[in-house]
């Protein structure tokens, strides 16, 4: 008809652009003799290291669509973000000193080779939107995918070969160290679908959002580390000897939001559907061949002689979900809204751990360890959280229908065998010190997703409703965790049922411990962290230790922590400039 827009249609689509891919590193063989000394925090001896390069991060995808017609409308709307390029691989490190290295500084290093893979890039983020209105019939629907978070690099193998002598002097400092370390996954992209149409006689909107999938970690490579020398550290924390090879952690999934408005005159419907994408697993960890002779002597509280150590890299969590739908009419009205959280990944496998001390160890600090080998699995990710809302209402009828699945922990990695042998001299002195410690842990389990699902449906003819919520299943370690937490009873019921847990039931059960108004989370978090920050660093990290200490230790161990930590925080002195401060009527200017 000659002035009427009787039809109209539209539709796009937008793809972001890939991440390019890390490059790979080389070889590295590395040759010290003579004499090498460093001042100052932070330096290093000699350093001999691959590193594979960072995967870029995935393109941004936005796409909007606009449809509107004088009797029919229909638009639709696709975007899909860019993947993430992975991480290049690192090469592998051979190292020989035979020389005199003298470091002096806090977080020094006396000898370090080291291969590490790079970390996968990040998924792009997408988001598509469609609107379509008509006077008489429209139809409108948007499709967001959040681009998958790249693969970390693997890294490769370690050898490490140490005659002469190391020392070093400062907090957390290390003598020799030899690793090999996996490149962390990728996160995957943030996915945003919305979706609005409205029409005089009839309306549909539907909008799907899937948030990518997080990247795998990398795997480490091998690691072999063999000193005759003598070793000496002095120092807060200070290790003699380390040789580790840890697994990448898995990159978190992307967050989904979906939603959907639909109105009309007489009739609409409306339909969301939210997935959190996946969690990436965790690289496997290598093994580890350590052999020390000579001597090793360590001071300083918490300070250790030998360890070696193989890691499984943690699973990344799954992405949250959240889909909302509303639907209205003069007649009739329905609207549907499906929430998914998205899997934690499962954690990597820690590699068997060899190692042999022939030399003498001592260490002096309260809090300290001789000898420690240990294989350790990663821990699994945590299911994403889901939450599905829906809301309709007619002069006639309206129907209304949600439901919400948590989603599923990652499975914790296994650990492998450990084979220690000592036959040198373990001296420890000092409070709450080990002499010698051989364990092999499996990584717990992560914890399914919460979920909240709700319902509203509302007519003055007819109305149902109907909500349903499932709490994702927790990979294995969930069960041991939750009784900690909020008691037997609670997390049997909370277990055996999988009954969904809304806010103020959550804070009664101590899984929270605030709860505030919609809106205000940032606001809050903020502030505690402004307050948190005005206090001394020293006594924070001391109420911390000493509080996860009493999840997992018995009460007499956890006191005798608590006075630790006491002496700790007193020998620091922070607590004179806090009396100073008070007296003063002045903020307290602690060190940092």
Not at 14 to 27: I, K, L, N, Q, T
Request: proline share 1%; net charge negative; glycine share 30%.
């Amino acid at each position: 008809q000659d002035g009427v827009l009787a039809e109209v249609a539209a539709g796009g689509v937008g793809v972001g652009g890939f991440g390019g891919d890390g490059g790979e590193a080389g070889a590295v063989t590395s040759r010290v003799a003579g004499t090498v000394v460093t001042t100052g925090d932070q330096s290093t001896g000699v350093i001999a290291q691959s590193i594979g390069g960072g995967g870029g991060n995935g393109g941004m995808s936005i796409v909007g669509t606009l449809s509107g017609a004088g009797t029919g409308s229909g638009a639709g709307s696709v975007a899909i973000g860019g993947a993430g390029g992975g991480g290049g691989d690192g090469a592998m490190v051979t190292s020989t000193v035979q020389a005199v290295v003298d470091t002096s500084g806090d977080d020094s290093i006396g000898v370090l080779a080291q291969s590490i893979g790079g970390g996968g890039g990040n998924g792009g983020i997408s988001v598509s939107g469609t609107i379509s209105v008509a006077g008489t019939g429209s139809g409108a629907a948007s499709v967001g995918i959040g681009g998958a978070g790249g693969g970390g690099g693997d890294s490769g193998e370690v050898i490490n070969h140490v005659e002469g002598a190391v020392t070093t002097r400062g907090a957390n400092a290390i003598g020799i160290m030899a690793q090999s370390v996996g490149g962390g996954g990728g996160s995957g992209g943030l996915s945003v679908a919305g979706t609005l149409s409205g029409a005089g006689t009839g309306s549909g909107a539907a909008s799907v959002a899937i948030g990518g999938s997080g990247g795998d970690g990398g795997d480490a490579g091998d690691v072999t580390s063999t000193v005759d020398a003598v070793v000496w550290t002095e120092g807060y924390a200070a290790t003699g000897v380390l040789a580790q090879s840890i697994g990448g952690g898995g990159g978190n999934g992307g967050i989904a939001v979906a939603g959907t408005v639909s109105v009309a005159g007489t009739g609409s419907g409306g339909a969301s559907l939210g997935i959190g994408g996946s969690g990436g697993g965790g690289g496997d960890a290598g093994e580890i061949d350590s052999s020390v002779a000579g001597a090793v002597t360590t001071s300083g509280h918490g300070a250790a002689g030998v360890i070696a150590q193989s890691i499984g890299g943690g699973g990344g969590n799954g992405g949250l979900s959240v889909s909302g739908t509303i639907s209205g009419a003069g007649t009739g009205s329905g609207a549907v809204a499906l929430g998914f959280g998205g899997a934690g990944g499962g954690g990597g496998a820690g590699g068997i751990v060899r190692s042999t001390v022939e030399a003498d160890v001592v260490t002096s600090g309260d809090e300290a360890t001789g000898v420690l080998a240990q294989s350790v699995g990663g821990g699994g990710g945590s299911g994403g959280i889901t939450v599905a809302g829906v809301a309709s209402w007619g002069t006639s009828g309206s129907g209304a229908v949600s439901f919400g699945m948590g989603g599923a922990g990652g499975d914790g990695g296994d650990a492998a065998l450990v084979d220690s042998t000592v036959a040198g001299t373990v001296i420890t002195g000092g409070r709450n010190a080990i002499g010698v410690l051989a364990q092999s842990v499996g990584g717990g389990g992560g914890s399914g997703g919460l979920t909240v699902s709700g319902a509203i449906s509302a007519s003055k003819s007819g109305s149902g409703a109907l909500a349903a919520g499932i709490g994702g299943f927790g990979g294995g370690g969930a069960s041991q965790m939750l009784p900690r937490l909020i008691g037997y009873g609670a997390a049997m019921r909370l277990l055996l049922t999988g009954e969904p847990v809304d806010a103020e039931e959550a804070l009664r059960l101590r899984l929270v411990d605030q709860v505030v108004e919609d809106g205000a989370e940032e606001e809050v978090a903020r502030a505690l962290c402004r307050k948190l920050a005005g206090f001394s660093p020293v006594a924070v990290q001391a109420v911390k230790a000493a509080v996860r200490q009493a999840l997992e230790a018995p009460l007499s161990a956890g006191l005798a922590y608590e006075n630790e930590m006491n002496v700790l925080c007193f020998a620091a002195g922070d607590h004179r400039e806090g009396i100073r401060a008070f007296a003063e009527k002045r903020d307290a200017a602690f060190r940092r």
